[in-house]
């Protein structure tokens, strides 16, 4: 499956956005998903993700009550709500999809360590 993000802007603290990645090639279903972003100077780390069988979700404490992850199948779109932003959000996010059996919270620690099937990240600036 291929992935693009997009969305990604300037917005001032305590602002929205939503992020939006489209797949194209397969259905999602049955694929873990989840977005990620990388800060400057520092690691890629996991936002939020979706099992593979779609029922579960996981927030890092930073996304916890400020951003909501969703899945279009119709669009075989994955969103990602940012609510109440913060300069702290300031970050180049990706999106994710593997076709393997993780719950939402193994498949965002684990997938930030693959150095392969990261696409196009959509950058995202929190700034007055």
């Known amino acids: 499956v291929q992935l693009q993000a997009y969305g990604g802007r300037l917005v001032q603290p305590g602002g929205s956005l939503r992020l939006s990645c489209a797949a194209s090639?397969?259905?999602?279903?049955?694929?873990?998903i989840g977005w990620f972003r990388q800060a400057p100077g520092k690691e890629r780390e996991g936002v939020s993700c979706?099992?593979?069988?779609?029922?579960?979700?996981y927030y890092a404490d930073s996304a916890k009550g400020r951003f909501t992850i969703s899945s279009d199948n119709a669009k075989n779109t994955v969103y990602l709500e940012m609510n109440s932003l913060e300069p702290e959000d300031t970050a180049d996010y990706y999106c994710?999809?593997?076709?393997?059996?993780?719950?939402?919270?193994?498949?965002?620690?684990?997938?930030?360590?693959?150095?392969?099937?990261w696409g196009q990240g959509t950058q995202v600036t929190v700034s007055s």
């Open positions: 979706i099992s593979s069988t779609g029922d579960s979700t």
């Open positions: 994710a999809a593997d076709k393997q059996r993780y719950n939402a919270d193994y498949y965002c620690h684990v997938r930030p360590a693959h150095a392969a099937g």
């Open positions: 090639g397969s259905s999602l279903d049955g694929y873990a």
